[in-house]
């Protein structure tokens, strides 16, 4: 994951019951590793994952690692935001194997994360994960369109109230949890009317966030793996 998001959901699950042999849904996936936030339960926790990806070339090096991990199941699909379109989310995960409230939700495609996750009815996944534009403060109601790039954090925590969920952490994405499983982990009962609390304003001296990220996106895999090693190498120096 690119902030500790795996870390956060293996510690929630952990509280929940539910480390082992879930199931998970994550778009764009890319090649299923690179910043993934589920990754981590499929290679060490036994999960089973529905991986979507859009881009034709990210989604060949998803089915390289779908053939390593035979617990992942790629699907290259681009999802509509019309919740009538055959390619709506509902309508892709009606044709998977994946239950109704399946552990994990992560949404990342930069755009209408949004407007996607409103369009689930079925489905009622345990948590979820939600990019948003984090370096619009709290209070600020933007949803993206073609003026306004991404969702604030104050839209997402609106939505995620209409729909069911409590807020439980930002991370430069938020991650939300349904309503009904917040005693199982001590939520604290004056985040319910405050969620601006766990804003991490850090975010708001990141402006260039977004756009590093899309870039990040536009870059060969190879390149990033070798940037890796390369930001490994200094630290042990």
């Not at 936030?37 to 690692?65: M, R, V």
């Not at 994405?173 to 009317?193: M, P, S, V």
């Amino acid at each position: 994951s690119q902030n500790g998001e795996d870390g956060i959901l293996q510690e929630l699950l952990k509280k929940l019951n539910l480390e082992k042999n879930g199931w998970c849904c994550e778009f764009g996936a890319w090649d299923g590793k690179v910043g993934s936030n589920t990754f981590n339960l499929i290679k060490n926790f036994n999960f089973k994952a529905i991986y979507i990806e859009s881009d034709e070339k990210k989604f060949k090096d998803l089915k390289k690692t779908e053939r390593d991990y035979p617990n992942i199941f790629a699907i290259n699909q681009t999802i509509d935001k019309n919740k009538n379109s055959i390619n709506s989310l509902e309508k892709v995960l009606e044709k998977t194997k994946i239950p109704v409230d399946f552990e994990i939700l992560s949404i990342d495609i930069d755009s209408y994360d949004l407007d996607v996750w409103e369009t689930l009815e079925k489905y009622r996944p345990k948590i979820v994960v939600i990019e948003i534009n984090s370096s619009i403060k709290p209070g600020v109601i933007q949803r993206h369109d073609l003026k306004n790039q991404g969702n604030s954090f104050s839209a997402t925590v609106e939505v995620g109230k209409k729909k069911g969920y409590i807020l439980v952490c930002h991370t430069g994405n938020c991650i939300f949890l349904r309503d009904d499983l917040k005693n199982k982990i001590n939520y604290e009962k004056n985040l319910l009317n405050n969620p601006n609390i766990l804003f991490d304003r850090s975010w708001l001296n990141k402006k260039d966030s977004i756009l590093k990220k899309i870039f990040r996106s536009l870059m060969p895999i190879f390149v990033i793996d070798f940037m890796r090693k390369i930001m490994r190498k200094i630290k042990r120096n």
